[in-house]
Nanobody, 122 residues
């Protein structure tokens, strides 16, 4: 079973930045989803580690950057210009097949981390 371990969440003021990390050895297609209180889990960003191709939700495009350090087997989500509405639990995810699409639907994803809380205050 693939193990995904997120870290880097915390409390930050609106306009600030955080970087999330996901220890993820093996999977090629990686992503980040988030879930605000009382809302469904939603796509934030995804990356294919072999070629660094990326996809972003419209709500985070231009503010968030997903990247990977293959030597460290780690995927990052750099979050800048944070807004209160970015608050939620952020989950690292992976798809099983090496060349899967960077889909936005969470049920397409096969492996999940435990989540890390991000709270943005006004």
């Amino acid at each position: 079973q693939v193990q995904l371990v997120e870290s880097g969440g915390g409390l930050v003021q609106a306009g600030g930045s955080l970087r999330l990390s996901c220890a993820a050895s093996g999977p090629n297609v990686m992503g980040w989803f988030r879930q605000a209180p009382g809302k469904e889990r939603e796509f934030a960003a995804a990356i294919r580690r072999t070629d660094s191709s990326t996809r972003y939700a419209d709500s985070v495009k231009g503010r968030f950057t997903i990247s990977t350090d293959n030597a460290k087997n780690t995927v990052y989500l750099q979050m800048n210009s944070l807004k209160v509405e970015d608050t939620g639990v952020y989950y690292c995810a992976a798809r099983r097949r090496q060349f899967s699409r960077l889909t936005t639907t969470y049920v397409d994803w096969d492996y999940w981390g435990q989540g890390t809380q991000v709270t943005v205050s006004s």
